[in-house]
């Protein structure tokens, strides 16, 4: 079946320290995206990309880098200059163009500062 | 101002009520209206998109007003599993995809 994967499910990270997390997809799309929900709140796009080896910075990046070298895969690295890390990662996926229908999420990344 | 505003709620409703959510956007461009559904701890998922002459899925009503920038769902003879967050989500002008969440509506329904 095609889907979206985050891994991993939950994440503990130590102050000063770079995590990396994975995003996959197998369903064809073009444009992949990065958000950070915290409790209560909205989503907050942090990366997006639309093809591969090009990505464009959110709402949010400052602390974070992407890469794009493939489709189907679009990770996150949460750097040590992000000073408030603890949140829920969601990574989506979608078409792009005209009447593109809403993205694909996966089932999240929870990331904790020890 | 946010791009997509939501009343936060919570809505607190008995089982069989009818309930109905309001979401406004500031962006007169935008072109693609959707309602996700996150239960607790979650990923989002699409509940419908919003289409404007309006569109029915079952007990659930999303209408588009572009004059008003004002998005609405409507849940009729609401169950106990209907009990969720109700995102309201406007993608945005150009061929960027980008879409844009509202903060989102939490719906408890009592038995």
């Known amino acids: 079946d095609g889907g979206i994967t985050q891994s991993p499910k939950y994440l503990f990270r130590k102050e000063g320290q770079n995590v990396t997390l994975s995003c996959e997809q197998n369903l064809n799309h073009d444009a992949m995206y990065w958000y950070r929900q915290d409790p209560g709140q909205g989503l907050r796009l942090i990366y997006y990309s639309q093809i591969v080896n090009d990505f464009q910075k959110g709402d949010i990046a400052e602390g974070y880098s992407v890469s794009r070298e493939k489709k189907e895969s679009f990770p996150l690295t949460v750097t040590s200059a992000q000073k408030n890390p603890t949140a829920f990662y969601l990574c989506?996926?979608?078409?792009?163009?005209?009447?593109?229908?809403?993205?694909?999420f996966g089932s999240g990344t929870r990331l904790t500062v020890v | 101002r946010k791009e997509v505003e939501q009343d936060p709620g919570p809505f607190n409703v008995p089982e069989g009520a009818t309930v109905a959510f309001n979401c406004t956007y500031s962006?007169?461009?935008?072109?693609?209206f959707f309602w996700y559904r996150q239960d607790c701890r979650k990923e989002p998922k699409l509940l419908m998109s919003?289409?404007?002459s309006g569109n029915e899925d079952g007990r659930f009503t999303a209408q588009l007003n572009r004059a008003s920038q004002y998005i609405s769902l409507l849940i009729r003879d609401s169950k106990l599993s209907d009990s969720a967050t109700y995102l309201c989500v406007v993608k945005g002008s150009g061929n960027t995809g980008k879409l844009i969440f509202g903060q989102g509506t939490t719906l408890q329904v009592k038995p």
């Open positions: 989506a996926s979608g078409r792009t163009g005209q009447g593109a229908a809403g993205y694909t």
């Open positions: 919003v289409y404007s």
């Open positions: 962006n007169s461009a935008s072109q693609s």
